[in-house]
């Protein structure tokens, strides 16, 4: 059964943009809404997108780059509240995680397809 799940996962982590398409499927066939169907699918994706991109710095660079994934995080997060303070001069927490989540799918997914377009030039020119 372990071995299974971690297939399942290891699957998932390579090709996050599945999952999208798999629980984007799935919560539109239960629930009949469009919208919501997509921003569960996306808040799922980009939970995997994290582990995926910095699966795919490990493979690529051989060492982790946790620190860049949370140094990406964390800017986000100040960038977002500078943003919505200037705006609006009142910050939620929800607000503010909601939106930094929404970017940090947009970062995440052109991280993950740069790095798999460097690793595929990678790879070619090390042949």
């Known amino acids: 059964m372990a071995t299974f799940t971690g297939g399942v996962l290891g699957i998932f982590a390579a090709a996050p943009f599945l999952m999208y398409f798999l629980v984007y499927v799935s919560f539109k066939r239960q629930t009949r809404k469009l919208r919501k169907s997509a921003v569960i699918a996306r808040d799922v994706t980009t939970f995997t997108l ?4 910095h699966r795919l ?3 690529i660079f051989n060492e982790p780059f946790y620190w860049a994934l949370a140094l990406i995080f964390l800017s986000g997060c100040i960038g977002v509240s500078v943003v919505l303070w200037k705006l609006e001069k009142e910050i939620t927490f929800g607000k503010l995680m909601k939106i930094n989540w929404r970017l940090q799918f947009l970062l995440m997914s052109a991280a993950y397809a740069g790095l798999i377009v460097f690793g595929i030039y990678d790879r070619i020119l090390s042949a």
């Open 57 to 59: 710095t490990e493979v």
């Open 50 to 53: 994290f582990f995926s991109v």
